[in-house]
């Protein structure tokens, strides 16, 4: 064992370790060379300095109670933080932590198991220390460096550990201060296959990290977007004071324009802090640059307005364009920071993903699994997640066939995103979610391979990859990991909402989606219980899953609403899931589970359930929504969530707007307007009335969350490339603190305070394409809201009757009532197919469809239809092989009518 020395690292730039230089050589963005200069200026300055101490000694000067820089060193805790590339799984069951690693990898830097987040203070001493094993045995180098290009090397020891533990220690002292430096052990380089072993890995000295202060703002916590006119205006201000406090709305220019009390609200559970809350609802004046005042404390600046939330809506939509993988993305489109070239293309230094093989002893064969989205920060795309970003995607425009208070679609309509395909008469949300379809279909096993029909879980690199990094500079070997049934049944879901969704605009997409949805159902029945790994982790995510019931209940509820077939039927109405409880309290549905999208859907699409089932369906939807109620009434903070550690989890944001899409559900389908006020707090949490006082979406609100952890929008790291776009969601607070720096940073923080927004913190600060789907879904119900103002009466009632089916065609009948007090002279009715449905010829109106869309509009003679009086007409349509349920949502001049007739 002995120090490498290399006194001046700023000489040697090329000596680097391999793995560890700049993506590559040629074809580098001038960005990164300028950042690496940078670099090195700092590095030339720096000189190392070790201590003298020999091996299995520790330095006198570090003092027996220095702070513990490493987290789980004794992996009590399990794997999490520690990370590994170029190794097998690592795992913790014995208490120590294991691994395999390949024999004759060519250099020691080959594999890796490592530790981010090291806070060193430059001149400290350290004392490292950890317990090593390999059998049958091998070098083993322990480095401390930049995480990150160039990987400066701050320490190092050598050792050689054999398959009884061993001790090492070494003290040294850092040259240079780095709060997020790496600890990695270097585990390759030996001829044999070994299985490695560390356990109590410590690095003591330097001084504990400074206490952490987050600026939080005024105290007083109001949603920093604004509020809708007729909707409910909460705000929650932070004092120490128990009794009630008064309060003033003030406008722009200062002058008070309403006032009252606030309500004291004890010590609030979520954050630990002392609260009152204030409710100005009556006010309801539109206007900009209002303030809330009380105990001495002033807000940040909001407005009142029903337009708030309308470019969120294409906002939120945008960030999947920024993600998408396999095509160059336009910087006219979506801002001149955002273009890149297109990512992994075949392309070199990428290795993927036209032509993609499986980790070792997998597969045989490779699949060109291009395109779709890039996960997250990071440049995986896991099916698991991809298909319910898609799903919700999808989603949010099939809610536009069904929900009275969106518009048929029209603003989520063709040329309403910033995509590529604006302008191909096919609705742009559609088309965003398409880039991702077909992604999902090419990960599927194809004919004649074994597991045929299949789904692989996931493609990501091999090993984790450094921050920034542009997509097209990914220098990593991809991999495809098993099938497993969960992406199998998840492709199954959404490929079967593509096939109903799209048949109106690409009928053949549409059919191929809805034959490899029947393959892939076909494939996880007969292939049930093949679970996707928790300690399949390196290089990309687990999303691990060992419990498939749901995801066997949404796929089955899709196809059924896609196909009407009873078999399918017999699967939703056999499932323990179409009775039982799935919408739980912490987060109704997630990558994990998926029942309660099953019974969203068959909620909301129309279907041919018996009708006892339909309404029983519905109201476990309102019985959940009740819950979400609940929850939100009892936090001082107006969140759909409890107030418990336990609730507030890696991506607690995506929970807290997933709760709220049931909320705008249950508003959908019943029409009460404490459902809709509940999904409306809950964007007032997520735009700042939290005890952070930061909006979580970038961009929106007076001071939002902008470094998240992405290797595409790095500015936090290089200021040439840029922040997230506008519209990302940040996972949010994680009482978990899963990654070194939030855990170093936040260390018995209370739930609420559990986020920094720093590039570093993957396990609080990440973006996601799931969190921002749930963001899409609630920006597009709460544009639709307008001023939230009280919900009308209907006035007018619709039937819809299919008098005759045959092979390729109907015979339906339609009716529409003037329920309302004054006479309607000259009407147009509306409604959606559900799939592949045309209308061929009508009578007594005149009937026309666009998309999915059918207008009816009368002739001279029935333009008037008198206070209780009805108009009836008709026409033939043509089948195809989808369901053909009648619709729920029939409008009359753009009104929602009853229904069915009464
Ligand atoms: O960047 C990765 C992020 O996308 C994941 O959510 C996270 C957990 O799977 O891991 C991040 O990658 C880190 C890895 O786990 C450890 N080495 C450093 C990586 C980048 O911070
Ligand atoms: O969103 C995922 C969260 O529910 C898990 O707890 C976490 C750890 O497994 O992983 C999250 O997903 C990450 C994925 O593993 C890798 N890409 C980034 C995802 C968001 O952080």
């Known amino acids: 064992m002995r120090w490498k020395h290399r006194a001046d690292i700023g000489s040697a730039p090329r000596g680097l370790p391999a793995p560890h230089r700049s993506p590559t050589r040629k074809g580098i963005p001038v960005i990164l060379i300028r950042r690496r200069r940078r670099h090195l200026a700092v590095l030339a300055a720096t000189t190392l300095v070790l201590t003298g101490a020999s091996a299995g000694t520790a330095h006198a000067e570090v003092p027996p109670d220095a702070p513990e820089q490493i987290s789980n060193g004794d992996f009590s805790a399990g794997v999490a933080p520690w990370f590994s590339y170029g190794t097998g799984a690592l795992d913790a069951g014995d208490g120590r932590l294991c691994t395999t690693v390949a024999g004759g990898l060519a250099n020691p830097w080959d594999a890796g198991i490592g530790h981010d987040g090291v806070h060193l203070n430059a001149g400290a001493e350290y ?84 206490p952490y202060q987050p600026d939080t703002g005024p105290r007083v916590r109001v949603n920093q977007v604004g509020y809708l006119p007729g909707g409910p205006k909460n705000a929650t201000v932070v004092t120490g004071a128990t009794d009630p406090l008064p309060w003033q709305l003030r406008s722009a220019a200062g002058a008070v324009v309403a ?44 407005d009142i307005s029903g337009a708030l939330y309308d470019r969120l809506r294409a906002d939120s939509l945008q960030f999947f364009y920024a993600q998408r993988s396999g095509t160059p993305i336009d910087g006219d489109l979506i801002g001149a920071g955002y273009a890149r070239p297109a990512g992994h293309l075949g392309v070199e230094p990428n290795q993927g ?16 699994v291009r395109g779709g989205w890039y996960d997250a920060g990071d440049h995986g795309k896991y099916v698991v997640n991809g298909g319910i970003a898609a799903y919700q995607l999808l989603n949010t425009f099939e809610r536009t066939k069904t929900a009275e208070t969106a518009d048929g679609g029209t603003v989520l309509g063709d ?88 048949a109106p605009y690409d009928a053949a997409f549409a059919a191929h989606c809805g034959t490899a949805a029947k393959t892939a159902y076909a494939a996880a029945k007969a292939h049930p219980a093949r679970y996707a790994s928790v300690t399949d982790g390196t290089g990309g995510g687990a999303y691990e899953d060992d419990n498939v019931t749901d995801e066997f209940y949404w796929a089955a509820v899709e196809l059924y609403l896609t196909t009407g077939k009873k078999t399918y039927l017999d699967d939703v109405t056999a499932s323990p899931h179409h009775t039982g409880d799935v919408f739980t309290p912490g987060g109704a549905f997630g990558w994990q589970s998926v029942a309660a999208l099953g019974r969203l859907d068959l909620a909301t699409v129309p279907n041919g ?30 969140l759909p969530l409890p107030g418990d550690a336990a609730a507030y989890v890696w991506g607690s944001n995506s929970n807290v707007v997933n709760n709220a899409v049931v909320l ?64 990302s969601l940040a996972g949010g607070p994680n009482a978990g603190i899963q990654d070194p720096y939030a855990a170093q940073l936040l260390a018995g ?35 639709d809201q307008g001023d939230a ?33 004054s006479t309607i002279n000259g009407w147009t009715a509306r409604w959606a197919f559900t799939g592949d449905q045309s209308v061929a010829s009508a009578w007594s109106a005149q009937v026309s469809q666009s998309g999915a869309t059918v207008t009816a509009k009368n002739l001279s003679y029935n333009a008037k239809i008198a206070p209780g009086a009805s108009v009836t007409f008709g026409l033939i349509g043509k089948a195809g092989a989808l369901a053909n349920p009648a619709p729920t949502l029939i409008t009359l001049n753009g009104h929602a009518c009853t229904r069915p007739l009464t």
């Open 127 to 210: 004392v490292l220390g950890f317990d090593v094993s390999a059998t049958p045995g091998a070098a083993v180098k322990a480095v401390l460096q930049l995480g990150s290009a160039p990987y400066t090397t701050y320490a190092s020891v050598e050792t050689t550990a054999g398959t009884e533990p061993k001790r090492v220690t070494q003290t040294f002292t850092v040259p240079a201060a780095n709060d997020n430096a790496q600890l990695v052990f270097q585990v390759g380089g030996a001829t044999a296959e070994q299985r490695l072993c560390l356990d109590n890995v410590s690095l003591r000295g330097g001084e504990a990290a400074p």
């Open 259 to 302: 006032s009252g009390e606030s309500t004291p609200r004890g010590v609030d559970a979520a954050s630990g802090q002392p609260v009152q809350t204030i409710d100005f609802s009556a006010y309801r004046t539109p206007g900009t640059g209002y303030t809330l005042v009380a105990d001495g404390e002033t807000s940040h600046p909001f």
């Open 353 to 368: 993903d036209t032509s993609v093989g499986c980790q070792p002893g997998v597969c045989d064969y490779s699949l060109d």
């Open 415 to 502: 040329a309403t995103l910033r995509v590529p395909e604006r302008g191909n008469t096919v609705p742009d949300v559609l088309d965003e979610a398409r880039w991702e379809i077909e992604f999902l279909l090419r990960m599927q096993v194809p004919a004649g391979e074994p597991l045929a029909g299949m789904a692989h879980h996931k493609i990501h690199d091999r090993a984790w990859t450094g921050l920034p990094l542009a997509p097209q500079d990914d220098p990593q070997p991809r991999e495809l990991h098993p099938p497993s049934t969960a992406a199998t049944l998840n492709l199954a879901a959404v490929a079967a909402q593509c096939a109903r969704l799209f």
């Open 609 to 638: 359930l018996p009708s006892a089932d339909r309404v029983r369906v519905r109201a476990s939807v309102t019985a959940a929504a009740d819950g979400y109620l609940a929850a939100l009434r009892a936090q001082a903070y107006g």
């Open 664 to 727: 705008g559900t249950a508003f959908d389908l019943t029409r009460d307007a404490k459902y809709r006020d509940g999904a409306v707090q809950a964007a007032d949490y997520l735009f700042g009335r939290n005890a952070l006082n930061i909006s979580y979406v970038t961009g929106w609100g007076e001071h939002s969350a902008q470094n998240q952890h992405s290797r595409i929008f790095g500015h936090q790291l290089n200021p040439d490339l840029p922040h997230p776009p506008a519209g």
């Open 749 to 783: 923080c209370q739930p609420m305070f559990c986020y920094v927004d720093d590039i570093n913190s993957y396990s609080t600060n990440e973006v996601a394409i799931n969190w921002n789907s749930a963001l899409a879904w609630l920006a597009s119900f709460l544009a």
């Open 789 to 821: 103002g009280a919900v009308p009466a209907p006035t007018c009632a619709a039937g819809y009757q299919i008098n005759g089916t045959w092979p390729d065609g109907f015979n339906t009948q339609v009716t529409v009532r003037n329920t309302g007090t």
